[in-house]
């Protein structure tokens, strides 16, 4: 009987056929390596995207955190009428370009304010370069005062992509020359509206209708919202007559300054002879009865006044008509 011993191994690959393989492979790497390139640009790329997003977006919030808490009061230099203006100190573009230059960006190329609060400058807006930007989410916010009482403020971040990522793919056609990163962070409003400050101020006392011809009086003219009274001296013995006295009166308000956008409105108890008109600054003309000999009367006036949120405040001053 006769074995026969096998061979395991290959027979040897003649020299052409090596050739070919060689080149198959040399082949499918100039086919494939570009591909490899590009897929691995691009992992490279989209992650240092993502880093600049999130940076934008923690951006966006920390500007709404800052705007939501800046002071509603006209008198303080830096509030929320003029926070995102370029000429305010410390606005709030240069918060949020501090931001990003901390975290390793370049400044933003916009920042936006929006807010429905009843004060000024409800939409700002700095651009410091070309910009495509707006903002991201709903077309308008949450509805706010008036009368809910509440409102709202939206700070949009625009930061532009080139300068913060490598335009590593830009042989390849895709490049970020011209796009930008935006984000919106809508936060409440944490200060609240201030009614207005209405006061009152006495003008004159009025002696030259023919009924107060024979009423002499002593007046002394107060202070801006202070009591005051009417001494009526019977020279002539008459029974009755009237006496005018003018008003003026204002109203502040701590948001915007001045009323603007609100109204002024008088009223008297018990009601005068007379009270024209019932609205607005003055002079306001109150016309009132001389009582009885040996008689006073108290009249309260109220001006009342009303901001552009609905708030209302009132003032009363008494005014003491006495005839002895």
Same mark, same amino acid.
Request: proline share 7%; aromatic share 4%.
């Given at each position: 009987?006769?074995?026969?011993?096998?061979?395991?191994?290959?027979?040897?690959?003649?020299? #052409?056929?090596?050739?070919?393989? &060689?080149?198959?492979?040399?082949?499918?790497?100039?086919?494939?390596? #570009?591909?490899?390139?590009?897929?691995? =640009?691009?992992?490279?790329?989209?992650?240092?995207?993502?880093?600049? *997003?999130?940076?934008? !977006?923690?951006?966006?919030?920390?500007?709404?955190?800052?705007?939501?808490?800046?002071?509603?009061?006209?008198?303080?230099?830096? *509030?929320?009428? *003029? %926070?995102?203006?370029?000429?305010?100190?410390?606005?709030?573009?240069?918060?949020?370009?501090? %931001?990003?230059?901390?975290?390793?960006?370049?400044?933003?190329?916009?920042?936006? =304010?929006?807010?429905?609060?009843?004060?000024?400058?409800?939409?700002?807006?700095?651009?410091? !370069? /070309?910009?495509?930007?707006?903002?991201? +989410?709903?077309?308008?916010?949450?509805?706010?005062?008036?009368? /809910?009482?509440? /409102? %709202?403020?939206?700070?949009?971040?625009?930061?532009?992509? &080139?300068? *913060?990522?490598?335009?590593?793919?830009?042989?390849?056609?895709?490049?970020?020359?011209?796009?930008?990163?935006?984000?919106?962070?809508?936060?409440?409003?944490?200060?609240?509206?201030?009614?207005?400050?209405?006061? @009152?101020?006495?003008?004159?006392?009025? &002696?030259?209708?023919?009924?107060?011809?024979?009423? !002499?009086?002593?007046?002394?003219?107060?202070?801006?919202?202070?009591?005051?009274?009417? @001494?009526?001296?019977?020279?002539? +013995?008459?029974?009755?007559?009237?006496?005018?006295?003018?008003?003026?009166?204002? /109203?502040?308000?701590?948001?915007?300054?001045?009323?603007?956008?609100?109204?002024?409105?008088?009223?008297?108890?018990?009601?005068?002879?007379?009270?024209?008109?019932? $609205?607005?600054?003055?002079? @306001?003309?109150? $016309? @009132?009865?001389?009582?009885?000999?040996?008689?006073?009367?108290? %009249?309260?006036?109220? =001006?009342?006044?009303?901001?552009?949120?609905? !708030?209302?405040?009132?003032?009363?001053?008494?005014?003491?008509?006495?005839?002895?």
């Amino acid at each position: 009987m006769t074995c026969r011993r096998l061979s395991s191994s290959p027979e040897p690959a003649s020299a #052409p056929e090596r050739a070919r393989r &060689a080149g198959v492979v040399v082949l499918e790497l100039i086919v494939w390596l #570009p591909v490899l390139v590009i897929f691995l =640009l691009s992992i490279i790329e989209f992650g240092l995207i993502m880093q600049t *997003n999130r940076q934008v !977006a923690f951006a966006s919030r920390f500007g709404a955190s800052l705007a939501s808490e800046i002071s509603r009061l006209s008198s303080a230099p830096t *509030n929320l009428s *003029n %926070y995102n203006m370029i000429a305010t100190p410390d606005n709030l573009k240069l918060r949020v370009d501090e %931001y990003l230059e901390n975290h390793g960006l370049t400044p933003s190329c916009e920042v936006r =304010l929006e807010h429905n609060a009843c004060v000024g400058g409800q939409s700002q807006v700095q651009t410091m !370069a /070309a910009c495509n930007c707006g903002p991201v +989410g709903p077309a308008v916010l949450p509805a706010g005062e008036p009368p /809910a009482g509440e /409102a %709202y403020v939206r700070v949009t971040v625009c930061v532009p992509l &080139a300068g *913060n990522v490598p335009d590593i793919l830009d042989t390849f056609g895709f490049s970020l020359s011209s796009r930008t990163i935006e984000h919106s962070t809508t936060f409440r409003i944490e200060t609240n509206n201030s009614t207005s400050q209405p006061s @009152i101020t006495a003008q004159s006392v009025d &002696a030259t209708n023919a009924t107060d011809a024979n009423v !002499a009086t002593s007046v002394a003219l107060p202070a801006v919202n202070t009591n005051f009274s009417i @001494i009526v001296t019977d020279n002539g +013995g008459i029974a009755a007559g009237t006496v005018d006295v003018l008003f003026t009166g204002s /109203a502040t308000d701590p948001e915007d300054g001045v009323l603007g956008g609100g109204s002024l409105v008088w009223s008297v108890n018990p009601a005068p002879v007379n009270l024209n008109p019932t $609205t607005g600054t003055g002079p @306001i003309t109150m $016309t @009132i009865n001389v009582p009885a000999s040996g008689n006073s009367v108290i %009249y309260n006036v109220t =001006l009342t006044s009303t901001d552009s949120c609905g !708030a209302t405040a009132a003032r009363t001053i008494q005014v003491t008509i006495t005839h002895p």
